[in-house]
């Protein structure tokens, strides 16, 4: 089997499909959920903190020179950054959650018993026959 078809073969799984588009997705969500953050989130506790940018935030290192750009350690990002990921894993919580509940309830209908088999019934018929006889 050439690589080639050996490729083309996984490439087009299902499961590899599924993940490519989950994927995608996830990076889109990852990006409107970052602007949520900084764009909507963030401006208002700014505010209530007396007017702080928290994508300014940050401890110079080393001052910039002609040269050089400032050394910083930008914390104010980072607390960006932690306020994404949890709206991200409660969104992902949120889903999975839902999903677990709709396997419960699929799980949960009990089966059927099965029929008896064309035997059975007729031994069931000729038992009657006989009660009926005695």
């Known amino acids: 089997m050439s690589i080639i ?3 083309k073969e996984f490439a087009m799984r299902g499961n590899v499909v599924d ?7 996830g990076a889109a969500f990852g990006k409107i959920v970052s602007s949520i953050v900084s764009d909507v989130i963030m401006p208002p506790i700014g505010l209530l903190l007396g ?3 928290f994508s300014s935030l940050g401890i110079v290192l080393k001052e910039a020179t ?3 750009k400032a050394v910083t350690i930008n914390y104010g990002v980072f607390i960006n950054t932690v306020i994404d990921f949890i709206i991200i894993a409660f969104a992902i919580f949120l889903v999975i ?3 677990n509940s709709m396997k419960k309830k699929a799980e949960e209908k009990p089966a059927e018993p099965p029929k008896p088999s064309t035997e059975v019934l007729l031994l ?3 038992r009657d026959l006989l009660k009926k006889q005695i």
């Open 97 to 99: 959650k839902a999903i």
């Open 124 to 126: 069931t018929d000729i």
């Open 51 to 53: 007017g702080v940018d």
């Open 19 to 25: 993940m490519a588009v989950g994927i995608i997705i």
């Open 66 to 68: 002609e040269n050089t």
């Open 5 to 7: 078809k050996e490729f």
